[in-house]
């Protein structure tokens, strides 16, 4: 098994522990205070929005370039990453000081509701700096094929986090301000044991006078591909973080948590394809530096494929089992009128794992402005859906921006890659995973009745994912998932 499969399996596991904390809180936890969890996440969201600024795209150089610095035996290239995100930070900074009464009276216009940010800048403003470095030493740590550990720092450690916050507030030990401190702290904590962790790897690679060791045509050219990683991510959280944001300023908190726990289902899905995602970065920077661009299709063939058959087994058993989420659940009917969000959400998903890694092919490829431009029309696109639907349908309407936005984003990625390097991700097996598919998202429409018995659920989705799985194993669609059952399936009964 190569290390894109190693990584990417314990990545997904640690990913799914945390899913099933996370699972917990969403059930018995959040919906305690539906108001101060819609309110968390919408800090998050917007500081997210706002470290997009902050960074410029220097994250984006930390991939990108790590194979020039390590090959050239230049030291400090972390120490030149920090430098350039402390200038950006800054200056940055002074922009939003100086323009933000204009800022706020433009969202008003808008019909937005801008005391929800002011309210709550003396949290978002620091979580936005802080995410700038935390998302610089997490991608320091992927070019050391390390991903399972930093996102144990990050991604599950909030699971944690998050329902504690909501805890000490429900049971009035913090205030609703003070939960936006504790956020503060966290996020320093997770910044400082990011660091102690490449310390101790071996990769916290700060040295002095890196910025004259650098010739100033390499500065121009890093700056340059900075610049257009920074309007990609801009794009990108314009994307993945918008709704949550036009839904508190358009709606309330309260159904920014409605909104969260769907997206909360829908991370269940694509964990595996941030595994794969986050490992095949500096493998895919490196073959384009090395000039081998068959390496890049076979990963690319057959991520698309293993990432499509989990993603149809996990949202099949999300999807048929919805009602019984709903009946478990603290509060859980005051989701059900919501219950298509996921559906729409979980389509994006979906198509994304299918389309797999072409985002990273691009953005590593000479063209990698061409995504600039696919995540321009992306951004305009998500915006303006979102300002119509949401007012529309509420946040299903939200949903289907999204829903909408991605499918067009991919298709532009997919073609781009399709004309310019002849290779693309599909096969004829697809139809059949399209019809399984197709069938697990119109039980539970057409035969509604069906699904309302937990156990019958359970068994209608148990005896579908059976079925599919053993149809994808016969026909051999994807040769390391059979690889890897071979494996576990005579460890177990070997013995």
């Known amino acids: 098994m190569g290390i894109i499969q190693r990584q990417s399996i314990k990545n997904s596991l640690v990913n799914y522990a945390g899913i099933i904390l996370g699972g917990l809180s969403t059930l018995f936890i959040y919906p305690l205070y539906w108001d101060l969890y819609g309110n968390i996440q919408f800090i998050l969201s917007t500081a997210t929005l706002f470290s997009t600024f902050f960074s410029l795209g220097s994250h984006s150089l930390v991939n990108k370039y790590f194979p020039y610095f390590k090959n050239n035996g ?12 402390l200038v ?9 000081y100086l323009f933000k009464l204009p800022f706020f009276e433009l969202l008003e ?14 949290a978002i403003f620091p979580l936005g700096i802080l995410l700038v470095y935390i998302t610089v030493i997490r991608a320091q740590a992927y070019n050391y094929e390390r991903i399972v550990y930093p996102d144990i720092i990050t991604n599950f450690s909030v699971k944690i986090a998050a329902p504690t916050i909501v ?23 997770v910044l400082i044991w990011l660091m102690v962790y490449l310390k101790r790897i071996d990769a916290l690679d700060f040295h002095r006078g890196v910025l004259r060791k650098v010739k100033k045509k390499k500065h121009i050219e890093m700056i340059r591909f900075m610049l257009y990683g920074s309007l ?32 909360f289902l829908t991370v269940v899905i694509e964990i595996p394809t941030n595994a794969v995602v986050r490992i095949t970065r500096p493998i895919i920077s490196k073959a384009f530096e090395d000039n081998k661009v068959h390496e890049i299709y076979k990963i690319y063939k057959s991520s698309s494929t293993n ?10 058993v999300l999807w048929m089992n919805m009602n019984t989420f709903f009946v478990v659940m603290t509060n859980g009917n005051d989701l059900i009128a919501f219950k298509t969000v996921f559906l729409f959400l979980a389509i994006a998903k979906l198509f994304e794992m299918v389309t797999s890694v072409n985002f990273t092919i691009i953005s590593y490829s000479p063209h990698f402005r061409v995504n600039t431009l696919f995540f321009i029309i992306l951004a305009a696109l998500n915006i303006t859906l979102n300002l119509y639907l949401i007012k529309e349908f509420d946040i299903i309407g939200a949903a289907m921006s999204t829903a909408i936005s991605m499918l067009i984003f991919n298709i532009l990625k997919t073609t781009f890659i399709a004309v310019k390097y002849k290779m693309h991700p599909f096969r004829k097996e697809y139809i059949l995973l399209l019809l399984f598919l197709a069938f697990s998202i119109g039980m539970p429409l057409y035969f ?10 359970a068994i209608i989705s148990g005896v579908f994912c059976c079925i599919f799985a053993l149809v994808t194993y016969q026909m051999k669609i994807s040769l390391e998932l059979n690889q890897m059952i071979d494996k576990y399936w005579g460890k177990v009964f070997n013995r």
């Open 74 to 85: 230049i030291k400090g290239f972390l120490s030149l990453i920090a430098v350039y995100s």
């Open 232 to 263: 990609n991510h801009l794009s990108e959280i314009l994307v993945y973080k918008i709704d949550l944001v036009m839904i508190g300023l358009l709606l309330s908190p309260t159904k920014v948590g409605y909104y969260s726990i769907f997206l």
């Open 448 to 457: 509604p009745t069906l699904f309302e018995s937990i156990i019958l659920s």
């Open 88 to 96: 950006n930070v800054v200056l940055v900074s002074i922009i939003l």
């Open 167 to 189: 805890l000490l507030s429900y049971f009035s030990v913090v205030s609703y301000k003070g939960a936006g401190w504790l956020l503060v702290v966290y996020h320093i904590i």
């Open 109 to 122: 216009k808008g019909g937005f509701n801008s005391l929800q940010i002011a309210n709550n800048l003396y």
């Open 307 to 316: 990432l499509f058959i989990i993603g149809i087994l996990l949202f099949s």
